[in-house]
């Protein structure tokens, strides 16, 4: 039982590229979140996907995507990297009959130069 | 929008002593609260949930209390040991949605 996935860990990239992060649970949750996590500002919410199907944006959508690609997994799309999204890019899962307790990934350390 | 405080932002105390960190929320309209773990270069450990029709959760050393109508959480830990020191994050699911509000955090640091 892995509980929440990520990939990749660690990432740069140019300013302009793009790319996808990747998350997987194996816990049968419906819900799922991308959060970030900036020096000085704590964990804000991305994006969530409170049942497949579904998506919603959060506090600091813009420049994002997101595909929920079945129950196990949501990825998280960068279209054009700017600096500004240098961050610790973190996806959670809950299900809300069961205390809606999120359980969190390891994180994508990202840099963006 | 729901707004979480924690107070001290850093707290360094000698090993075995007890001590409390302090979390405090705008809207009293919760759904649950999460206390986490969070080591340097690491991802989040949840320590305890508090649903908002319980008063406190108990895991080992720690407590974590909840009083919804003045808004605020404690967590103590008991007898702080060098493996404590990480930073402590306090995180509300208010009623009207699915994710959490996060406070910035205690950094916790235990000297031997």
């Known amino acids: 039982n892995a509980g929440v996935t990520q990939t990749p860990k660690f990432q740069v990239l140019k300013t302009g590229q793009s790319m996808t992060l990747q998350c997987a649970q194996d816990m049968n949750h419906n819900s799922m979140y991308w959060y970030r996590q900036d020096p000085g500002m704590g964990l804000r919410l991305i994006y969530y996907?409170?049942?497949?199907?579904?998506?919603d944006k959060g506090e600091v959508p813009n420049g994002y995507n997101v595909s929920r690609l079945n129950k196990r997994e949501f990825s998280l799309r960068l279209e054009s990297a700017a600096p500004s999204q240098t961050s610790v890019y973190f996806c959670?899962?809950?299900?809300?009959?069961?205390?809606?307790?999120?359980?969190f990934g390891p994180g994508t350390r990202l840099t963006v130069t | 929008k729901q707004e979480v405080t924690q107070i001290p932002a850093a707290l360094s105390v000698p090993e075995g002593e007890n001590l409390v960190l302090n979390c405090s929320f705008t809207?009293?309209?919760?759904?649950?609260l999460q206390w986490f773990r969070q080591d340097p270069g690491k991802g989040l450990t949840s320590l305890l949930l508090i649903q908002s029709s319980q008063r406190e959760q108990t895991s080992g050393r720690l407590n974590a209390s909840l009083d919804k109508s003045s808004g605020r959480s404690t967590l103590y830990i008991a007898a702080s040991q060098p493996g404590d020191s990480a930073t402590y994050l306090c995180?509300?699911?208010?009623?009207?949605?699915?994710?959490?509000?996060f406070g910035k955090g205690t950094s916790l640091l235990v000297t031997p």
């Open positions: 995180a509300v699911n208010s009623n009207s949605g699915y994710a959490l509000n």
């Open positions: 809207d009293s309209a919760i759904y649950n």
């Open positions: 996907s409170a049942s497949e199907g579904t998506t």
């Open positions: 959670a899962s809950s299900d809300r009959a069961r205390r809606n307790e999120q359980y």
